[in-house]
């Protein structure tokens, strides 16, 4: 069996340089680290998590909390930060929470208590609705924890960083996508009202029509919660309307999805009768018939961002104002052209 001070002679540093670059401390000189990482790749060795956790306060393993282990967004997210995690040498684990845990001060303050003395994490990622909540980010700062929310770009801490798109006008590009094909009557399908994400996108849909001299109709808003199940509900009854609309704006994929089949229920064609769109580009949306038009998230980059934050803050303790985040980092979407959408029925 490979010993780290087998390393570090085949390296020829010292035991304590490979320690700290095995640990991804700062301020190692470059090449040294290098000598470490050809070392470790020739010799074939791997680290124990045990035993690290063992030499140090940490425990080497990062929480993704969410409120379920489905759905495309939250699974898309985990495999580049799993991904990441590995390649680290970091474990990763999700860790549930209700809604209702989430929404109660007191119950989300006990919780987090003992989430934190027991797990003990390196690091937490938060994805919608945690990362909105100002309330459990600050209990989670309060004990020193560094953090990565995917999602949000209201909250301002300086300390931690948040990953994201701009969703506003991601909207509004593809509602704009919808009225070049002369679509005037659209529907929009919300998600969950304690997501900052839905209220962004709404504003892009609303924006969006506003420009082009159009007044939003709020019998065609309709609600959701993210899943399948509310956008089929909500695109039937858009669908049951006298004057339904040609097209429908869902704020993620599931629920354009679930438009889709109440649209074939009632036998209607998507695009033919009536377009389609979504948001988010999961799995799911290459994967439907017709495949669905939406906006991309670069999903496995969020994830693989989350966990490059951590590892960084993790392995310095000394967190100087240098190595600190900025507060967001913004990253690009893009919008993706497929089958269910096309020119508004005359």
Not at 29 to 49: D, M
């Amino acid at each position: 069996m490979v010993r780290m001070i087998d390393v570090a002679n085949h390296a020829g540093v010292s035991l304590k340089t490979v320690s700290r670059v095995l640990n991804n401390e700062p301020h190692v000189q470059e090449a040294l680290r290098n000598k470490v990482h050809e070392s470790v790749k020739e010799l074939g060795y791997v680290p124990s998590a045990s035993a690290r956790s063992l030499r140090s306060s940490r425990t080497y393993t990062f929480h993704l909390i969410s409120r379920s282990v489905e759905g495309n967004f939250v699974n898309t997210v985990q495999s580049g930060a799993l991904r990441a995690s590995q390649k680290y040498g970091y474990n990763l684990v999700v860790s549930l929470m209700t809604l209702d845990t989430l929404n109660d001060p007191t119950e989300l303050k006990t919780w987090s208590q003992n989430f934190l003395s027991q797990k003990r994490p390196d690091g937490i990622i938060l994805v919608p609705p945690y990362s909105d909540s100002p309330i459990f980010n600050d209990i989670i700062n309060d004990a020193g924890i560094p953090i990565s929310r995917i999602g949000p770009n209201e909250i301002k801490d300086m300390n931690n960083v948040n990953i994201t798109i701009d969703d506003s006008v991601a909207a509004k590009e593809a509602t704009n996508h919808l009225l070049s094909l002369g679509h005037r009557r659209i529907g929009f399908i919300r998600g969950y009202e304690d997501h900052g994400a839905t209220h962004k996108r709404f504003k892009g849909y609303s924006d969006a029509l506003q420009e082009a001299g159009i007044k939003v109709d709020p019998s065609l808003v309709k609600p959701g919660i993210f899943s399948f199940e509310s956008g089929m509900n909500s695109g039937l009854q858009l669908l049951a309307m006298e004057n339904r609309p040609t097209a429908v704006f869902a704020a993620n994929d599931d629920m354009a999805a679930g438009v889709i089949v109440a649209a074939y229920r009632n036998n209607i064609k998507v695009p033919e009768e009536i377009s389609v769109i979504g948001f988010d580009d999961s799995e799911l949306a290459a994967r439907i018939w017709p495949t669905l038009s939406t906006i991309r998230q670069p999903l496995i980059k969020y994830g693989e961002q989350a966990v490059e934050y951590l590892v960084n803050r993790a392995g310095n303790k000394s967190k100087n104002d240098n190595d600190k985040p900025s507060w967001t980092d913004l990253l690009d979407y893009e919008f993706i052209l497929r089958e269910s959408t096309g020119p508004a029925a005359k």
